[in-house]
């Protein structure tokens, strides 16, 4: 198998995921550069995925480890082979899938950092005068009041249709991994600066429909960019510029940062892991059980506050 013909058959089994299991574009472009980096791999060994047996996988696996690869990166580049192999020989192109029985890493799961309510509070006020023009303080109130009223994704929140937020709705209806929806509930500040971005955000496409004729965007928060939209690496440095504002130390504050707040604050305050489940658009509940200390801890301490030993004098 020659470079190309590589490529063609990663580009197939790519097409293959998206068409029969929905694979969202982000997994597709990165199990694209996990098998791209395997097959540059074996090619400088004189190898080919074609023709890789375990032992060279085994080894390819040891290198990534050598070079100081994380855990969960190396554990989701030896899922995307096992899956390419899987279709290998599916397709007929292998007899046999040389990933099969190779054990991975094992993945640490541990609670992302997250942030505390006031400085969330914080980040949300910083929003509010972040910017020279008003249609920025407008449009970052918008995004951080709804990425903290939601907990979405920042792919999901980036490209969230305008639809989707006309008439004032109580809940959000959002299409995420897989383009499986589920719905959220909008807090009332973000229902706010929905409506107060949206406004000018309508104001500005009518006036420059009527200067040049440009069509209006369908995205919420609409970009000259090639995706439309505002994208994921502009969010992430004005999430970095609010957390300055806020005195608060930029290596802490990220969007999935406030994703993570969202589902601490929810579970401090009462809720039950399934609902975080649904809300989050996790698939498997195992996914949401790194918030369990959280709730381990509000149990301890409703123990200690109110059972009738727990005060008692030893």
């Known amino acids: ?12 089994f790519l097409e293959a995921q998206a068409a029969e299991q929905g694979a969202a574009r982000n997994t597709q472009l990165a199990y694209g550069r996990d098998l791209s ?4 791999w074996l090619a400088r060994r004189g190898s080919t995925l074609a023709a890789a047996d375990r032992a060279m996988l085994e080894a390819y696996l040891a290198h ?59 980040l949300l006020a910083a929003a509010e005068t972040h910017g020279r023009a008003l249609a920025d303080r407008l449009r970052t109130t918008c995004l951080m009041q709804v990425l903290y009223a939601t907990g979405l994704r920042v792919s999901e ?47 500005e496409e009518a006036r420059q429909k009527a200067e040049t004729g440009a069509r209006p965007s369908p ?16 969010f992430f440095t004005l999430i970095k510029e609010l957390a300055l504002a806020a005195n608060l130390d930029p290596a802490r504050v990220t969007p999935h940062t ?48 109110n059972h009738p030993l727990a005060n008692r004098q030893g």
């Open 37 to 40: 980096d395997a097959a540059d």
């Open 258 to 305: 406030l994703r993570h707040a969202f589902a601490t604050h929810l579970l401090q305050n009462g809720a039950d892991l399934r609902a975080i489940q649904a809300l989050l658009g996790h698939a498997d509940i195992a996914t949401t059980e790194i918030y369990t200390h959280i709730l381990d801890e509000r149990l301890k301490r409703l123990v200690l506050e």
């Open 219 to 234: 995205f919420l928060f609409p970009s000259r960019g090639k995706a439309g939209h505002l994208t994921r690496i502009r």
């Open 1 to 12: 198998m020659t470079g190309g013909e590589a490529a063609r058959r990663i580009s197939t």
């Open 64 to 122: 990534l480890d050598a070079e100081g690869l994380a855990p969960a990166t190396r554990a989701r580049r030896l899922s995307a082979l096992k899956q390419f192999f899987r279709f290998a020989v599916d397709e007929g192109w292998r007899s046999d899938n040389p990933a099969l029985q190779i054990k991975g890493p094992g993945r640490r799961r541990s609670l992302p950092g997250t942030l505390g309510m006031e400085e969330v509070d914080a």
């Open 157 to 203: 929140l980036v490209a969230l249709p305008a639809a989707a937020v006309r008439g004032d709705p109580q809940l959000l209806l959002v299409r995420g991994k897989g383009g499986k929806e589920r719905m959220v509930p909008l807090s009332p500040p973000a229902r706010t600066a929905i409506i107060a971005w949206l406004a000018h955000r309508d104001a």
